[in-house]
């Protein structure tokens, strides 16, 4: 069974910065892409950026200019570096990969557990 490995939440100052990063392991074939969506409480879970395993990246228009999407696909790890943190930006980061595994035909997406950021003002 595939696993998404994140760490790297926490709790920051307004300001301050974070860096989270998300391993998948077991039974990978091949990565599409892989990305990072978020949870408010009382709110739905919303992207906020992808990357192709070319480099294509996306963003939510909230974290443009502050945060930064990578992927080292050696390690089949994606990082986010996340600057200029706000309030808003709490929540509970979901890590997401769209990828093949080993003896299948078929691409699935699959979550990570979640790792709480903390935002203070």
């Known amino acids: 069974q595939v696993q998404l490995v994140e760490s790297g939440g926490g709790l920051v100052q307004a300001g301050g910065s974070l860096r989270l990063s998300c391993a998948a392991s077991?039974?990978?074939?091949?990565?599409?892409?892989m990305g990072w969506y978020r949870q408010a409480p009382g709110k739905q879970r919303e992207l906020v950026a992808t990357?192709?395993?070319?480099?294509?990246?996306n963003y939510a228009d909230s974290v443009k200019g502050r945060f930064t999407i990578s992927m080292d696909n050696a390690k089949s790890t994606v990082y986010l570096q996340m600057n200029g943190l706000k309030p808003e930006d709490t929540g509970v980061y979901y890590c997401?990969?769209?990828?093949?595994?080993?003896?299948?035909?078929?691409?699935?997406?699959?979550w990570g557990q979640g790792t709480q950021v903390t935002v203070s003002s």
């Open positions: 997401n990969a769209n990828l093949r595994r080993l003896a299948t035909t078929r691409w699935a997406d699959y």
């Open positions: 077991r039974s990978i074939f091949s990565i599409n892409a």
């Open positions: 990357i192709t395993s070319g480099g294509n990246t």
